[in-house]
């Protein structure tokens, strides 16, 4: 079992700064997501964990010791790769067994460690199939099997969901989290899906072009995004964000008049989730509906507000309109958020 | 490769047999020759020599062959047969063997005039043999290597086609595996061995069969440099055979020795076939 | 297999690489140095002999800048070379190339028997050119040759011993025979590759089988063809001088005289080696302008 710190961890390829400066403290047991767009340096952060790319400046301390430098095989560190990079031509046990037998331990012993792995896994059944004759949840699990019996401090987890179909996707995201909790280890998951993160992660690292944009619990993301960007990115419909001016009476947008919670003066970027936006009679936000999609559950209507600004908002129920029909929301004053116009960092 | 095809494209009846009639005379034709030299090699030297020669084989199966195999003109064919075997499926191992490792070191490290090994490599694809013969000669007949087999095999023996097609499948493997054995504590040659080299299995075999066919129908070099009957290749011993001056040939034997030197190379093609067409479609790229 | 369906052209370096110089070395040196040694040394050694004429008794040699490339360009031997070698090339090619693309679009109307025909048809790619040369010299040979005596009894007297034209023939017709098969391999896969979509819609287009074949087909074949004209004028310039050894060793007067022939018949029985070598210099030019052709063909394709 382990900590992992990352201490302002940096990563250049030639003059082109692709990681610039992430810092994290990893309590032992803790499952951290790393979520963002594809492009934002997730990858290379993990693989810099996992020892497959070189740390340019910055210290890694895995079990509070410099990892910088060390091998892979001495970091004590297993990694789940998207395409699960099973070794065709060998069968299961053996794909699980290898790093064992690199290391030179017995076979009987290596054997008892992979059938025990793979009962854990529910795996038994097919230890002498080869990679090809299994479906893709089957492949998945070696891959994690193949992690789980090294018993590593630290699992790396790089999108391993991403070539599932969503039905398998929903299933494997329980059982992960199922099995990191049953074996107590510190896990890095990568993931480029912001369900993925909400759900499984203890933390969160929302990552943008190099940089944390945020850490912290899912609710702490989703309740009080810290830039931007993590509030769009966090959160499906994606957050409404508007130009608005605070002023002394209140925030305004166009010729309509919300209220000002956190008091901020002048242009700034106003975030509001559709779903917390409630029909209101005499609700401030004018939105002129030009589409309605009824989910069942809810309903999202899209449509513009009367400055001219793209606007969804998320209703509960089945909500029918009747072409370009002006809908008229409310929200609660603690729902908004309100955002730098310069820097995309929150106020407030 | 079949395809499951029906349909108003496909021919019925008429048309049908007549692409079959076209596919028979074409294969007859195509084989006739092979066919005529069979016969040859199965009668007498009197009915060679008497045309025209029977069209059906005679009995002579037997005697034909066993004084081709055990007499033959020069030297036994058998021996003939053995040198062709060593020096066809040296050239085939030899070639794979450094065309894997350095096809390996290109694709899977970086080190100092990497680019530069790697234009050598390709510019070889442009010195064939038959270009550089009176100075490859005499390297070898510098290195004492004149009939021997490594002075049969060695001068053909690197290849820049196997070193591509074997890079071009490595750069296929995806990187996740080689990341996999280094997470797994597998060193660079640890991974060429498990995991590599039996994931290359299928790419090794079909390059073998097209290369102990290279190996095999040599003619020019085995010329140069085997003076030794004993030495000979049955390709270019074949033509040793012919008499000079105006001596009859041996026919029979001789037709007998040039079925048996196209046996192996036959036998190889056909039962792989697969991995040969394979081999030879993906080594043309 | 076939052009059709090939994996996705692959990246041209790997992301993940092992550490360390010593090792690729050692891994690289076995070809590099046999590369060196039988290739480069080689090629080498003929460019410096090609500017040396050596005196009558070999014992040095005298400098002669390029004069032994003048000589040869003035020699009219090595010009008819150079013209039996184009002609010679040609006719090969095109031997080789139209039966087999003639089969194969015969082979691609049958579907279950295909693979039978296939498996048949390339039995004469593994017979060596040699040993091809000594089948073919067999049935036209003079004195016991089948064809020959037939031809005979029909009134015409086959003699290429003699016959300029006759023994062009015969090594021509010998050369491309084997390789009719491995055309026929290459076209064939190529048939298979081409959509059955586009057969049908030119078929309800009202385009009859010939028509389909000459204004769809042939077009879609094309970078096959473009590969195998290349190939095989390769293999008729390089790779034939095992059938013109055992049929015709270049005559009557040289009429089958090819370029890699009179290197080797100028540099081992003439014993000629400033010429010899000068023209080894001139045969590198050539390859390399083939291959310099090939490659233009691959990246044609991967732009496909």
């Known amino acids: 079992m382990a900590t992992v710190t990352l201490d302002n961890i940096r990563k250049s390829f030639g003059?082109?700064?692709?990681?610039?400066?992430?810092?994290?403290?990893?309590?032992?047991?803790?499952?951290?997501?790393?979520?963002?767009?594809?492009g934002c340096g997730k990858?290379?952060?993990?693989?810099?964990?996992?020892?497959?790319e070189t740390i340019t400046a910055g210290e890694l301390r895995i079990g509070g010791t410099r990892a910088n430098e060390r091998e892979p095989m001495d970091r004590d560190i297993a990694m789940v790769f998207q395409n699960y990079a099973l070794y065709p031509h060998m069968s299961v046990a053996q794909n699980m067994g290898y790093g064992l037998r690199i290391k030179g331990l017995p076979k009987a012993e290596v054997a008892a460690k992979v059938r025990a792995a793979a009962e854990l896994l529910q795996l038994s059944e097919l230890l002498e199939r080869k990679p090809r004759q299994l479906s893709g949840g089957q492949r998945q699990r070696v891959a994690m099997g193949r992690a789980i019996v090294r018993e590593p401090k630290v699992f790396l987890f790089d999108e391993p969901l991403s070539n599932?179909?969503?039905?398998?996707?929903v299933q494997m995201r329980l059982e992960i989290r199922e099995l990191q909790a049953k074996l107590g280890i510190t896990a890095l998951y990568v993931t480029h899906d912001q369900v993925e993160a909400m759900t499984m992660a203890d933390r969160m690292i929302v990552m943008n072009e190099g940089r944390a944009e945020q850490i912290g619990t899912p609710l702490d993301v989703y309740e009080r995004p810290a830039s931007l960007f993590a509030a769009q990115f966090i959160g499906s419909p994606s957050m409404n964000v508007i130009e608005a001016e605070g002023r002394e009476d209140g925030m305004h947008v166009g010729d309509m008049l919300l209220p000002n919670p956190t008091g901020a003066r002048g242009p700034v970027m106003l975030g509001l989730r559709p779903e917390h936006l409630v029909p209101a009679p005499d609700g401030p936000l004018a939105l002129r509906v030009l589409l309605a999609e009824p989910l069942g559950a809810n309903t999202l209507l899209h449509g513009m507000l009367a400055g001219g600004q793209n606007f969804t908002a998320s209703l509960p129920g089945v909500h029918t309109t009747g072409g370009a029909e002006v809908l008229h929301l409310g929200i609660a004053p603690e729902k908004m958020h309100v955002f730098d116009k310069q820097t995309g960092r929150r106020l407030g | 490769m079949a395809r499951q095809v029906t349909g108003m494209v496909e021919r019925h009846g008429m048309g049908l047999w007549l692409t079959h009639l076209v596919m028979i005379a074409g294969v007859l034709v195509i084989f006739f020759p092979i066919w005529l030299a069979f016969v040859a090699s199965t009668v007498t030297q009197p009915e060679i020599v008497r045309p025209p020669m029977p069209v059906w084989p005679g009995d002579r199966f037997v005697e034909n062959y066993t004084a081709a195999l055990f007499s033959g003109v020069n030297v036994p064919v058998l021996v003939m047969l053995g040198n062709s075997l060593i020096m066809a499926v040296g050239i085939a191992v030899g070639k794979i063997i450094i065309s894997l490792l350095s096809a390996f070191a290109i694709v899977y490290f970086r080190f100092p005039a990497r680019n530069l090994f790697f234009w050598l490599i390709f510019l070889t694809l442009m010195l064939p043999v038959e270009v550089r013969i009176v100075p490859t000669y005499e390297v070898i007949a510098g290195f004492r290597m004149l009939n021997s087999y490594s002075g049969l095999i060695f001068p053909l023996i690197a290849s820049a086609t196997a070193t591509f097609l074997f890079r071009q499948f490595f750069l296929t493997v995806p990187d996740e595996l080689a990341e996999a054995a280094r997470v797994d504590g597998a060193g660079p040659m640890r991974f060429f061995w498990d995991i590599l080299l039996p994931m290359s299995r299928t790419n090794i075999a079909a390059l073998f069969v097209i290369l102990f066919i290279y190996g095999w129908n040599q003619y020019l070099w085995p010329l140069l440099i085997t003076t030794d009957p004993s030495m000979n290749t049955i390709v270019m011993g074949l033509k040793q055979m012919f008499p000079s001056g105006d001596?009859?040939?041996?026919?029979?034997?001789?037709?007998?020795?040039?079925?048996?030197?196209?046996?192996?190379p036959v036998v190889v093609v056909i039962s792989m076939q697969k991995l040969f067409i394979r081999g030879l479609v993906d080594s043309e790229k | 297999m076939g052009a059709g369906n090939r994996p996705p052209v692959p990246p041209m370096e790997k992301r993940v690489t092992f550490k360390g110089w010593l090792l690729p070395l050692c891994l690289i040196a076995p070809q590099v140095v046999i590369s060196a040694v039988f290739f480069f040394y080689p090629a080498g050694q003929a460019v410096w002999q090609s500017l040396f004429i050596p005196d009558p008794f070999g014992l040095k040699s005298q400098f002669v800048g390029l004069e032994n490339f003048e000589y040869l360009l003035g020699d009219p031997y090595y010009r008819a070379s150079f013209a039996t070698t184009a002609i010679f090339s040609t006719l090969v090619t095109l031997a080789a190339m139209i039966p087999a693309l003639f089969l194969a679009v015969m082979a691609d109307r049958l579907v279950k028997s295909a693979g039978v025909y296939r498996t048949l048809l390339i039995w004469p790619y593994a017979v060596a050119p040699a040993v091809a040369g000594v089948l073919w010299l067999f049935m036209f040979n003079t004195r016991v040759g089948v064809v020959a005596w037939y031809l005979g009894q029909l009134g015409y007297d086959w003699n290429h011993v003699l016959n300029e034209r006759e023994a062009m023939g015969l090594v021509v017709v010998a050369s491309a025979w084997g390789r009719i098969s491995y055309n026929f391999l290459f076209f064939f896969a190529a048939l298979q590759a081409v959509p059955r979509s586009i057969i049908e819609a030119a078929a309800i287009d009202g385009a009859r089988f010939w028509r389909r074949f000459f204004t769809i087909v042939l077009p879609l074949l094309s970078p096959t063809t473009f590969f195998l004209l290349v190939v095989n004028i390769v293999y008729a310039f390089f790779e034939t001088f095992g059938v013109i050894h055992t049929i015709t060793s270049g005559g009557p007067q040289q009429a089958t005289t090819i370029l890699v022939y009179k290197v080797y018949s100028d540099g081992f029985v003439g014993q000629d080696l400033g010429s010899s070598a000068a023209q080894s210099v001139i045969l590198l030019v050539v390859v390399g302008l083939l291959t310099v052709l090939q490659f233009k063909y691959i990246e044609k394709r991967v732009h496909y």
């Not at chain 1, 003059?15 to 594809?38: H, M, N, Q, R, Y």
């Not at chain 1, 990858?43 to 497959?52: F, K």
């Open chain 2, 247 to 264: 001596d009859v040939a041996d026919w029979p034997v001789i037709m007998a020795t040039s079925i048996l030197a196209m046996i192996p």
């Open chain 1, 43 to 52: 990858s290379t952060l993990l693989r810099m964990v996992a020892g497959l």
């Open chain 1, 164 to 169: 599932l179909d969503a039905k398998l996707r």
């Open chain 1, 15 to 38: 003059t082109d700064e692709v990681i610039k400066g992430v810092s994290l403290d990893v309590a032992d047991g803790e499952f951290i997501v790393i979520v963002g767009p594809s």
